[in-house]
C-alpha cells in the first residue's frame, strides 16, 4: 500500500458517508457545511431563499408569515446541511417548519400553496449551492462529484419534509375546519374584506359587539422565548392592552405560532407601558362600527411593517400614520380616514368647500401669508382672511395647528377629489 494511500485509509474510514468521494470534495463539503452554519452566512442564505419565494407567492410577504417562513428555512437548511456528512438524511424537520404549516392552515391557505414554498424553495437553494461551487471549486471533476452528491441528499431531505408538512397542514386543516374558530375566523375575514354583512348575525358569530368603537392590535413573542411562555405572554400582554384601551369586551384570534390579533371595545390611547419586555405591539386607532373594525385593523397591519423593519418594542399608528401613507403601507382606508378626521365639513362636495380648500392650500403654501396667497388667488387679502376664518372653523381649530396632516389632506382631496381611494 502507497503512502498517500495508508494516509488516506482513516480519513476514509471516518467519513461517514462522504468515504466515496475524492478527498478535495470531501474536504470542500466538510468546510462548505461548518462555514454554512456562519450566522452571517445563514442569514443571507435564508433571505435569498425567502425572497425567492416571496417573490412568487407574495401573499407570504406579510410580516408575522414572513417570520415564520424564516424560521422554517432556517430549520430546514440546517437540517440538509447536518445531512451532508450524516449516514442518514431522514431526520425529522425542526418544530418551526411544523409551525408554518399550521399557520397556513389555519390562516385558509390552500395545500398547494404550501407545496409551491417547497418548490421555489428549493430551486432558490440550488442556485445558490450551484453559484456558490462554481465560485470556489476550480476543478469541473471535482465540482460535479460534490453536485452529483448533494442533489440527491437534498431531494431526499425535501422530500421526507413535505411528507411530514403535508400530514401537519391536514391534520390542523381539518381540525381548524371543524371547530369554532372556523367559524369566528370566516366571520372576521368577511368584515375585513368588505364584504356586506348582518352586525347582529356577525356579533353573534364572535361574541363580540361589532356595533362598538373599536381598536384593533397585533401583538407577537419573541423567537428566543421558549415555546412554552407563549401562549402566556400573548395573553399578558392582550390583558394590559385591553385595559389601557378601556376596552368592556375584547375579540381575539391566533394567526400564527406566536401572534395574536384582537379587537378591543375601546377608545383610550395605550402606550404600551405594560407589555412584557419580549411582546410586541402594532396598535391602530379607534373607529366606530364595521367599518371601523377593518380600519383599524389596516392600521394595527400598517403599524406592524413599521414595527417588523424596525425592531421596536411598540408601534402605534397614530405615530406613523404620515410615514405609512408616504410608503404606501396605510392600507385602502388610510388616507379617506385621514380626509375624513382632518377635514371634516370641508371636504364636502360642494363648491363653497372646493373655493375653501383652494384658499387654504394657496395660504399654507404661502406661508400663512394673506398677500402672497391673494397675489396667488388674485383676491383681496381681506378675502383671503375671512375665507381662512370659515376654514378653521370647519376644521375646529387654527390652520396650522396640525399643519402637516391637513395640508396633506388637502393635497390628496385636490389630486383624488373628495373620496381618496375607492376600495377594491
Not at 248 to 266: D, F, N
Not at 320 to 343: F, K, M, N, Q, W
Request: aromatic share 6%; charged share 25%.
Amino acid at each position: 500500500m502507497s503512502k498517500v494511500h495508508a494516509e488516506a485509509c482513516p480519513s476514509e474510514q471516518n467519513a461517514g458517508p462522504m468515504r466515496h468521494l475524492s478527498p478535495p470534495a470531501r474536504d470542500w463539503l466538510t468546510e462548505f457545511s461548518r462555514n454554512a452554519e456562519n450566522e452571517q452566512m445563514l442569514d443571507a442564505m435564508v433571505t435569498r431563499v425567502d425572497d425567492a419565494i416571496v417573490a412568487a407567492i407574495p401573499t407570504m410577504d406579510e410580516p408575522l408569515l414572513r417570520g415564520e417562513l424564516d424560521a422554517s428555512t432556517r430549520a430546514h437548511w440546517r437540517g440538509v446541511l447536518s445531512s451532508i456528512t450524516r449516514s442518514s438524511p431522514t431526520a425529522s424537520p425542526g418544530e418551526e417548519t411544523h409551525d408554518l404549516a399550521r399557520t397556513m392552515a389555519r390562516r385558509g391557505f390552500e395545500i398547494q400553496v404550501l407545496l409551491g414554498v417547497y418548490r421555489f424553495g428549493q430551486n432558490a437553494a440550488w442556485e445558490v449551492f450551484t453559484e456558490t461551487t462554481a465560485a470556489e471549486i476550480g476543478d469541473v471533476q471535482v465540482r460535479s462529484e460534490v453536485l452529483l452528491y448533494f442533489w440527491p441528499r437534498t431531494t431526499d431531505w425535501l422530500d421526507n419534509a413535505i411528507e411530514e408538512m403535508i400530514g401537519t397542514f391536514t391534520a390542523e386543516r381539518e381540525q381548524w375546519q371543524r371547530g369554532a374558530l372556523a367559524r369566528q375566523s370566516a366571520a372576521v375575514e368577511a368584515v375585513l374584506s368588505g364584504h356586506e354583512v348582518d352586525a347582529d348575525e356577525v356579533s353573534a358569530a364572535l361574541g363580540y359587539p361589532v356595533q362598538a368603537v373599536h381598536t384593533a392590535y397585533t401583538l407577537w413573542v419573541d423567537e428566543a422565548v421558549a415555546d412554552a411562555d407563549v401562549q402566556r405572554l400573548l395573553e399578558r400582554a392582550a390583558g394590559a392592552v385591553h385595559r389601557e384601551v378601556r376596552g368592556e369586551h375584547r375579540l381575539a384570534q391566533r394567526i400564527g405560532a406566536r401572534s395574536l390579533r384582537c379587537w378591543s371595545a375601546g377608545s383610550g390611547a395605550p402606550e404600551g407601558r405594560d407589555l412584557p419586555p419580549t411582546v410586541r405591539c402594532a396598535l391602530g386607532t379607534a373607529h366606530p362600527g364595521l367599518d371601523g373594525f377593518r380600519r383599524s385593523h389596516e392600521e394595527s397591519a400598517a403599524a406592524l411593517v413599521v414595527a417588523r423593519r424596525t425592531s421596536r418594542l411598540f408601534v402605534a399608528y397614530r405615530d406613523v400614520e404620515l410615514a405609512c401613507l408616504a410608503h404606501g403601507i396605510a392600507g385602502p382606508d388610510g388616507p379617506s380616514t385621514l380626509v375624513e378626521r382632518e377635514l371634516g365639513a370641508l371636504a364636502d362636495d360642494t363648491a363653497a368647500a372646493a373655493r375653501l380648500r383652494d384658499t387654504a392650500l394657496a395660504y399654507l403654501g404661502a406661508g400663512c401669508d394673506a398677500r402672497a396667497a391673494g397675489a396667488a388667488l388674485m383676491l383681496h387679502p381681506n378675502t383671503v382672511r375671512y375665507r381662512i376664518r370659515q376654514v378653521e372653523q370647519l376644521l375646529g381649530h387654527p390652520i396650522g395647528e396640525r399643519r402637516v396632516y391637513v395640508e396633506l389632506a388637502l393635497h390628496s382631496v385636490r389630486a383624488f377629489g373628495v373620496n381618496p381611494v375607492a376600495r377594491p
